[in-house]
């Protein structure tokens, strides 16, 4: 295409010169046509002046001899009149006498076309004399050919002209287009992903400036694909660490169910058979009871603690809004003190598995936040989805916290680093009902399906305290 390019221009210059060659030629020859006119009309003229008082004198001193039988005689001995043809009729109009033709250039005329541009229209010379009729016809046509002779030649060096001229352009086009080819060459090269190619300087103010902009513009391109590279590596490790983090998670989550689980279990048995064969040792059997409600309280923390590790089940590719109505499910059961609302109105089809994990550790992380730090009575989340993007909003009404305070909590880090890692924005703001919001915006990896009925789910518990 740039050479396409190229070429139109090439085409354009060479036009624009010819067009001003041939003006400045069409003006010249205007210029010569009429000048060289106005010379023949003044040779002519001046020449028929010439013959006419040539041929006046010797009808005067023929009349005044009284002999005018010999006039014709006469003529014939002065032979060619210049510039002029001389003819002699008789009474009865007959052909008495014509000059000879010139010699000059014999044979030879002048194009009709030509003759009729530049040679003027002259009126004979008629004298009439003892029944002869002298008719002094003024002839350009020697003038008019010297004329066309002039033409042929200049013309023949303004020809070998415009050629050396139309070659000297052609020329000094090509050098001056010819940066044009390096940086074609350049662009083939960054099209094909090589970014390490730059312009020289070419000396002329305009391609410099090209090839100043091509540099710059190549350097730009460098340092994105060097940022693009590190942020793949950057990517892939955040994948890889997420990766790590979960697998940790629930290896962790299988050692304590099967660890501490089991043997707060063995306790919690062995301490229920003692109390059932001290009830006459009061003192026995009292702390038989403590042992039970204690390793009770050690059973219910150990079954948070797995509620954070693990999902409450296995979530299925494709149904994250199902899985997010089952957490907040969960939650609630978990914080009964807390009004939950739900408004969860899509489930993306065929959604990685990662990706959902991820949406689904964003919304454990921050409804934690909610219970732990935001002293609150009543918590919305809302999940929606358009055609680019998945939008996760949790909303309280508790205490909020300082820009500061956020900073420095390990789980927002988590949270940011998730949602980077997906390529989305993570936003923490004042809630509407004056506690926090946190929105995560996630681009979504392909087209959602259809979006379902958003289910608004009914407060689990009521306690007055909804504003």
Same mark, same amino acid.
């Given at each position: 295409?740039?050479?396409?390019?190229?070429?139109?221009?090439?085409?354009?210059?060479?036009?624009?010169?010819?067009?001003?060659?041939?003006?400045?030629?069409?003006?010249?020859?205007?210029?010569?046509?009429?000048?060289?006119?106005?010379?023949?009309?003044?040779?002519?003229?001046?020449?028929?002046?010439?013959?006419?008082?040539?041929?006046?004198?010797?009808?005067?001193?023929?009349?005044?001899?009284?002999?005018?039988?010999?006039?014709?005689?006469?003529?014939?001995?002065?032979?060619?009149?210049?510039?002029?043809?001389?003819?002699?009729?008789?009474?009865?109009?007959?052909?008495?006498?014509?000059?000879?033709?010139?010699?000059?250039?014999?044979?030879?005329?002048?194009?009709?076309?030509?003759?009729?541009?530049?040679?003027?229209?002259?009126?004979?010379?008629?004298?009439?004399?003892?029944?002869?009729?002298?008719?002094?016809?003024?002839?350009?046509?020697? /003038?008019?050919?010297?004329?066309?002779? *002039?033409?042929?030649? =200049?013309? !023949?060096? %303004?020809? &070998?002209? +415009?050629?050396?001229? @139309?070659?000297?352009?052609?020329?000094?086009?090509?050098?001056?287009?010819?940066?044009?080819?390096?940086?074609?060459?350049?662009?083939?090269?960054?099209?094909?992903?090589?970014?390490?190619?730059?312009?020289?300087?070419?000396?002329?103010?305009?391609?410099?400036?090209?090839?100043?902009?091509?540099?710059?513009?190549?350097?730009?391109?460098?340092?994105?694909?060097?940022?693009?590279?590190?942020?793949?590596?950057?990517?892939?490790?955040?994948?890889?660490?997420?990766?790590?983090?979960?697998?940790?998670?629930?290896?962790?989550?299988?050692?304590?169910?099967?660890?501490?689980?089991?043997?707060?279990?063995?306790?919690?048995?062995?301490?229920? /058979?003692?109390?059932?064969?001290?009830? *006459?040792?009061?003192? =026995?059997? !009292?702390? %038989?009871? &403590?042992? +039970?409600?204690?390793? @009770?309280?050690?059973?219910?923390?150990?079954?948070?603690?797995?509620?954070?590790?693990?999902?409450?089940?296995?979530?299925?590719?494709?149904?994250?809004?199902?899985?997010?109505?089952?957490?907040?499910?969960?939650?609630?059961?978990?914080?009964?003190?807390?009004?939950?609302?739900?408004?969860?109105?899509?489930?993306?089809?065929?959604?990685?598995?990662?990706?959902?994990?991820?949406?689904?550790?964003?919304?454990?992380?921050?409804?934690?936040?909610?219970?732990?730090?935001?002293?609150?009575?009543?918590?919305?989340?809302?999940?929606?989805?358009?055609?680019?993007?998945?939008?996760?909003?949790?909303?309280?009404?508790?205490?909020?916290?300082?820009?500061?305070?956020?900073?420095?909590?390990?789980?927002?880090?988590?949270?940011?680093?998730?949602?980077?890692? +997906?390529?989305?924005?993570?936003?923490?703001?004042?809630?509407?009902?004056?506690?926090?919001?946190?929105?995560?915006?996630?681009?979504?990896?392909?087209?959602?399906?259809?979006?379902?009925?958003?289910?608004?789910?009914?407060?689990?518990?009521?306690?007055?305290?909804?504003?």
């Amino acid at each position: 295409m740039f050479k396409r390019v190229t070429n139109r221009l090439h085409d354009r210059i060479g036009l624009l010169v010819t067009a001003a060659a041939g003006l400045i030629l069409l003006l010249v020859g205007l210029s010569w046509t009429v000048t060289t006119r106005s010379a023949i009309e003044e040779e002519i003229n001046a020449a028929t002046r010439v013959a006419e008082q040539w041929m006046t004198v010797l009808v005067d001193e023929a009349e005044a001899r009284g002999d005018t039988a010999q006039l014709t005689d006469q003529l014939a001995a002065v032979g060619r009149v210049r510039a002029n043809s001389l003819e002699v009729f008789d009474s009865e109009g007959r052909l008495r006498y014509r000059s000879p033709a010139s010699t000059y250039k014999a044979g030879r005329d002048a194009p009709p076309w030509f003759a009729a541009l530049v040679s003027p229209h002259f009126e004979p010379s008629v004298r009439e004399v003892d029944g002869l009729r002298l008719v002094l016809v003024p002839d350009g046509s020697r /003038a008019t050919l010297d004329a066309w002779d *002039d033409l042929v030649q =200049v013309a !023949g060096w %303004a020809i &070998a002209l +415009l050629v050396l001229l @139309g070659l000297a352009v052609r020329h000094a086009i090509d050098r001056t287009l010819q940066p044009l080819h390096a940086l074609e060459s350049a662009l083939e090269q960054t099209a094909d992903g090589r970014f390490d190619v730059r312009l020289p300087s070419y000396g002329l103010a305009e391609l410099d400036r090209l090839a100043d902009r091509y540099n710059r513009m190549a350097d730009e391109l460098d340092s994105s694909l060097q940022r693009n590279a590190r942020l793949e590596e950057d990517q892939a490790f955040n994948q890889a660490l997420q990766a790590r983090l979960e697998e940790e998670r629930r290896q962790i989550a299988r050692e304590l169910h099967d660890e501490i689980g089991q043997s707060v279990t063995a306790v919690r048995a062995m301490a229920g /058979a003692i109390a059932q064969r001290s009830g *006459d040792v009061p003192g =026995v059997h !009292g702390s %038989a009871q &403590a042992i +039970l409600a204690m390793t @009770g309280q050690m059973q219910d923390g150990v079954r948070h603690i797995l509620a954070r590790l693990r999902r409450p089940e296995p979530l299925p590719r494709g149904r994250l809004a199902a899985a997010l109505v089952e957490y907040c499910d969960h939650w609630a059961s978990l914080y009964p003190d807390i009004v939950i609302e739900q408004s969860i109105g899509t489930e993306p089809v065929a959604l990685p598995e990662d990706y959902c994990l991820a949406v689904l550790r964003i919304l454990q992380e921050s409804l934690t936040n909610v219970a732990r730090h935001a002293n609150a009575t009543r918590v919305e989340v809302a999940a929606a989805c358009d055609d680019a993007q998945l939008i996760l909003r949790i909303c309280d009404d508790g205490e909020g916290f300082s820009s500061q305070a956020a900073a420095n909590r390990f789980g927002l880090t988590g949270m940011r680093e998730r949602v980077q890692a +997906l390529g989305g924005k993570l936003g923490l703001e004042a809630s509407p009902h004056g506690g926090a919001m946190v929105t995560a915006l996630l681009p979504l990896p392909q087209a959602p399906a259809m979006p379902m009925p958003a289910r608004k789910a009914i407060p689990h518990q009521d306690n007055g305290d909804r504003p």
